[in-house]
């Protein structure tokens, strides 16, 4: 399965952007996701996992309230929506699958594989 991310760009402080990951050449729709980001010269965080099915999400604390992550398992993509968002928010944003556990998780090494990220730049 590839997947690709897409939704980033410029936007100015405490607007919104919709970030969504699309899969090809498979479904996702048995796989729970994960989205993180990087900044520049930091390493990768997360910022939002969801179950196969829906029912489980989970946020870091710098998005939380912020941030909502959901899927559409017809379409085979993942979306990750940011409200509010903030300069420290800048990044380049990916979306992974986790084969294995329950749900999503908080740790980047329990994700199979990485799609293409996309630029969110939020200017001051």
């Known amino acids: 399965v590839q997947l690709q991310a897409s939704g980033g760009g410029l936007v100015q402080a405490g607007g919104s952007r919709r970030l969504s990951c699309a899969a090809s050449?498979?479904?996702?729709?048995?796989?729970?996701m994960g989205w993180f980001r990087q900044a520049p010269g930091k390493e990768r965080e997360f910022v939002a996992a969801?179950?196969?099915?829906?029912?489980?999400?989970d946020y870091a604390d710098s998005v939380k309230g912020r941030a909502t992550i959901s899927r559409d398992n017809a379409k085979n993509t993942v979306y990750l929506e940011m409200n509010s968002l903030k300069p420290e928010d800048t990044a380049v944003y990916y979306c992974?699958?986790?084969?294995?556990?329950?749900?999503?998780?908080?740790?980047?090494?329990?994700?199979?594989?990485w799609g293409q990220g996309t630029q969110v730049t939020v200017s001051s």
């Open positions: 992974a699958p986790r084969l294995t556990g329950y749900s999503g998780s908080r740790d980047q090494g329990d994700y199979d594989y």
């Open positions: 050449a498979g479904t996702i729709s048995t796989y729970n």
């Open positions: 969801i179950r196969w099915s829906g029912e489980r999400t």
